[in-house]
């Protein structure tokens, strides 16, 4: 409309006019905003390489820094040791993935192939500072070696440029000798945390064709998993081809096995390597396709995705698809940093490169349902991805779910971690129970098998699996019975971890009420009632007259003093007795890394009881009335966050920031958000404040900055003022768009208290709002002030609980 309204202009006004429209059309390139390489170190553990949304390969350059190359690469002054094509983002587990690297070489002094680097060791190389480019899809780094590396992918496919200096006969390398240009590329048989039990790989001498498999360890879980990947090279023509152990090569055989031989663990590295006249343009180009299936699936991949090695093809399409996916939300910036900005849109750039999309590649069972895997976890996604994908993404969304419930079907469990294939391990709850109703009460239903969906919550609840370490939940006989998950609970029906029955309890209880809602919506009222009241076991390890004495480090050095709160969860028994553990213990003020999964680990999963006692989702109006009503729990909320007791750092701190809206104090919401974005999430290297978890950290400043929180499991969302003048997404499904406007908008967040709302031109005085405002699109407009207001504080005005609303 605005087009045709400048066409119809004549004269030079009009023309500058439009100059200036299309300026500002090209100057916003939400590119400019996405900064893949946040977090890749302090910990973040974030994958910066190229990847599809969602996509199975993920090809970087992989470091030898073992505090940080979970994801492959990092920002650090570490060494290169390969390139490989599948990696998991953001993880604490051990590093994973980075199967079959690559490593290029210019030549092998004297041209004696024994003078190449084989192993991790003596090939890694330093980067050239200032040379690495991420962008999504893209990745690039210079090594020391002249060599400057690219890459990019497709969905099974990574594709990388080797550029290779145009005097390289002439470099002297490491004092040796001078090189001959003749390049030399090898593949490892292994993986980053050298997990490889068994191997085989061989080149064909003809085409230079490099194939192999291998059967590799997933980096959080148990079990295992083969992978195959196939290489082929264009840019320079055949030289020779062989196999190397150790660090000894030769021409032939043209085939290599590695097995465990009992002694060296792990075993001796190997792989195989192909050796090219120098190229005329001096670059050679590697095609590496993967496949769980086969060598020769892997090859299909490759062939069928990239059949003509045309590099800067690969790479628009990758951007392409990129853009599309991001084109969603819209967001009208004037006057917000750039700082703030990247922290945006790198942050929902984050959100999409987990989970990823192994449909057609999953080995263990014959499905026509799509198959998703690298849920990992979603003790940790299900409380921000899979809802800000619900809205940003709903189509992939829906896939994931079909994928959830199709490993129910095949697996006996909905995982609650998974990775490469394998079983993860369980870190709280069964959340997938979660996922299913949060998606359940948005629309999510494309072909969904909600029968199946809702067998497969209830068997979470019912039936104990035999390692409930992995899949559903432990305990669970007590749970019927007790009401809770004693501390030193009898439970000979299945093994796993006897510890976290504070946090296990509280989570069961929250997947109960998920449980209830759905059999509410599919008219089980049976069920409905049965888990409803479950849903209030909570209660039942919460100990109202125990005390909290704090550290106070930063005021009284190594002194403790009484935090003046009463009422806790606490450890309770069997027999129905409390026992005790200090309610800040695992908080970062106290013992932080005690609480991990490990045999002694503590009654609360990463995190303290002060935090814990929180988490009830399902029922905030009793919990508040517990701990005293809407006052003393507005001041205990506000002193968790003030006092240093929570790390923002891992998920279950999401919830806190912004449950004051139930104790009708919305603007406290909207000031602790602020409190943490943007010191805690920033744009710079280390600007995670903990493990990214394949983006979990990144969907939370996504979604605190557009304002509507998403409580997971049901359809509330709590309303908080954007970070920007507007935000709008545009739903996949219905094709609406929903508009979130501010009114005295400042960047300088001092208007960060609503003092009126309205949907579409109406009054709303609700400090919360239902999923029906994205899919039927529409605009929210909060006019904004520099203090709290009347607005959104009424007992009508406040979010739904279990026991006032039902
Ligand atoms: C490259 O940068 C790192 C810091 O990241 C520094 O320690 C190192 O000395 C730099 N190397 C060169 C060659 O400048
Ligand atoms: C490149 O870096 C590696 C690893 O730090 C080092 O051993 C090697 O000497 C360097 N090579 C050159 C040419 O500087
Ligand atoms: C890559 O996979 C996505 C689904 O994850 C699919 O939508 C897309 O079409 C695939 N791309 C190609 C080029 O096949
Ligand atoms: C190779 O060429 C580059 C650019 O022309 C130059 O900077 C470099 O010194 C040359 N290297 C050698 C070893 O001659
Ligand atoms: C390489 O040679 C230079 C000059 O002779 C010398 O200073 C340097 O120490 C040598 N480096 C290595 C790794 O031997
Ligand atoms: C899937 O079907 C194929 C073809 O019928 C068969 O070869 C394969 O064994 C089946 N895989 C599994 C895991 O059942
Ligand atoms: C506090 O405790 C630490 C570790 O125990 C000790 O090093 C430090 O000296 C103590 N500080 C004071 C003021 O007592
Ligand atoms: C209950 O069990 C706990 C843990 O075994 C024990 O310490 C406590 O003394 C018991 N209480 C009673 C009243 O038996
Ligand atoms: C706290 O950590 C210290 C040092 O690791 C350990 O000795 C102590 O047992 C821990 N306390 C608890 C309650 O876990
Ligand atoms: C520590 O003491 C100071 C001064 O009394 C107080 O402001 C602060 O809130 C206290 N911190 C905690 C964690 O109680
Ligand atoms: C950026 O975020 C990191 C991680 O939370 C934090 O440690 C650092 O202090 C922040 N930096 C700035 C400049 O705010
Ligand atoms: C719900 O999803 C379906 C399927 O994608 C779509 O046809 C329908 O319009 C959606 N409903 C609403 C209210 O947007």
């Given at each position: 409309m605005r087009q045709s309204g400048f066409r119809s202009i004549v004269g030079l006004v009009a023309l500058s006019a439009v100059v200036e429209a299309s300026n500002e059309k090209r100057a916003f390139d939400v590119f400019n905003f996405v900064d893949p390489l946040i977090g890749t170190i302090n910990g973040g553990h974030v994958f910066p390489g190229a990847t599809l949304p969602f996509g199975m390969a993920k090809a970087v350059a992989d470091v030898n820094n073992p505090d940080e190359k979970q994801g492959g690469f990092a920002a650090d002054n570490s060494d290169i040791t390969g390139f490989s094509h599948m990696h998991d983002s953001g993880t604490g587990g051990s590093p994973s993935l980075g199967n079959f690297p690559i490593f290029p070489q210019t030549g092998c002094a004297g041209d004696i192939i024994n003078n190449c680097f084989f192993t991790k060791d003596e090939r890694a190389s330093r980067r050239i500072n200032g040379t690495v480019v991420a962008k999504p899809g893209y990745f690039a780094v210079s090594l020391n070696t002249s060599i400057h590396t690219e890459m990019t992918v497709t969905n099974h496919t990574a594709l990388y440029r080797f550029n290779f200096p145009s005097n390289s006969s002439t470099i002297s390398y490491q004092n040796r000798t001078t090189l001959p240009y003749s390049p030399l590329i090898l593949v490892d048989l292994t993986d980053l945390p050298d997990s490889i039990t068994n191997g085989v790989v061989q080149v064909?001498?003809?085409?230079g064709r490099l194939t192999g498999s291998g059967t590799f360890n997933p980096s959080f879980g148990i079990g295992n998993y083969n992978l195959s990947f196939c290489a082929d090279f264009s840019g320079a023509p055949l030289r020779d081809t062989g196999v190397w152990i150790n660090n000894r090569a030769g021409s032939q055989p043209k085939m290599l096995k590695r097995v465990a031989d009992g002694v060296n663990s792990p075993p001796l590295p190997a792989g195989a390597w192909i050796q090219f006249h120098p190229p005329p343009n001096n670059q050679i180009l590697a095609r590496v396709g993967v496949s769980f299936i086969s060598t020769e699936k892997a090859c299909q991949n490759a062939e069928a995705e990239i059949p003509d090695f045309g590099f800067d093809k690969v790479q628009s399409a990758a951007q392409d698809t990129w853009r599309e996916k991001l084109s969603v939300i819209e967001v009208d910036a004037t006057g917000v940093s750039e700082e703030l900005q990247t922290v945006f849109w790198s942050g929902t750039y984050r959100s999409m490169i987990s989970p990823q999309d192994y449909t057609g590649e999953n080995p263990l069972w014959n499905s026509t349902e799509p198959y998703y895997d690298s849920y990992y976890c979603i003790w940790d996604s299900f409380r921000s991805i899979h809802p800000l994908l619900t809205l940003l993404d709903p189509q992939s969304q829906t896939l994931m779910v079909r994928s959830l419930i199709d490993i129910y079907r095949h697996e006996g469990k909905l995982p609650d971690c998974r990775m490469s294939l394998c079983k993860g391990f369980t870190q709280g709850g069964s959340n997938a129970d979660v996922v299913l109703a949060d998606s359940y009460l948005k629309n999510i239903t494309t072909e969904v098998d909600w029968k199946t969906g809702y067998e497969a919550v209830v068997s979470d609840a019912e039936d104990e699996p035999e390692n409930w370490a992995v899949e559903g939940r432990g305990g669970l006989t007590s749970w019927k019975t007790l009401g809770y998950i004693p501390t030193d609970d009898y439970d000979p029906y299945g093994v796993g971890p006897f510890t976290r029955s504070i946090s296990r309890t509280v989570e069961y209880a929250y997947n109960d009420f998920c449980i209830a809602e759905m059999a509410q919506a599919l008219g089980n009222m049976a069920d409905a009632e049965k888990y409803m009241a479950r849903s209030n076991n909570w209660m039942n390890m919460y100990k109202a007259d125990q005390t909290s004495l704090v550290s106070n480090t930063t005021d009284f050095p190594n002194s403790t003093v009484d935090s003046g709160f009463v009422g806790f969860l606490q450890p309770r028994y069997l027999n129905g007795t409390f026992g005790f553990q200090d309610?800040?213990?695992?908080?970062p003020l106290y013992n932080?890394?005690?609480?991990?999964?490990?045999?002694?680990?503590?009654?609360?999963?990463?995190?303290?009881s002060w935090m814990y006692t929180f988490f009830v989702p399902q029922d905030m109006a009793t919990l508040i009335t517990t701990l005293g009503g809407p006052e003393e729990f507005t001041r205990r909320l506000s002193y968790l966050h003030a006092s240093g007791l929570l790390y923002i750092g891992d998920e279950q701190a999401f919830l806190p920031v912004f449950q004051f809206h139930y104790a009708g104090r919305p603007g406290l919401s909207a000031y602790f958000s602020h409190f943490y974005i943007p010191s805690q999430f920033n744009d710079t290297l280390s600007g995670i404040a903990g493990n990214d978890d394949s983006g979990a950290m990144g969907s939370f400043t996504t979604l605190s900055m557009m304002g509507l929180w998403p409580v997971p499991g049901q359809d509330v969302y709590l309303i908080t003022p954007p970070y920007f003048p507007s935000v709008s997404v545009t739903n996949k499904q219905s094709g609406k768009t929903a508009m979130i406007k501010n009114v005295n908008f400042d960047a300088g967040y001092d208007n960060i208290y609503i003092q009126g709302a309205t949907l579409n031109g109406d009054s709303y005085a609700k400090n919360w709002i239902t999923h029906s405002f994205w899919l039927d699109g529409g605009v929210l407009e909060l006019t904004l002030g520099k203090n709290e207001s009347a607005w959104g504080t009424r007992e009508e005005d406040l979010p739904p609980s279990s026991s006032t609303s039902g």
């Open positions: 064909d001498q003809t085409t309610p800040s213990l695992c908080s932080f890394t005690s609480c991990y999964l490990n045999p002694d680990g503590h009654e609360t999963y990463e995190g303290s």
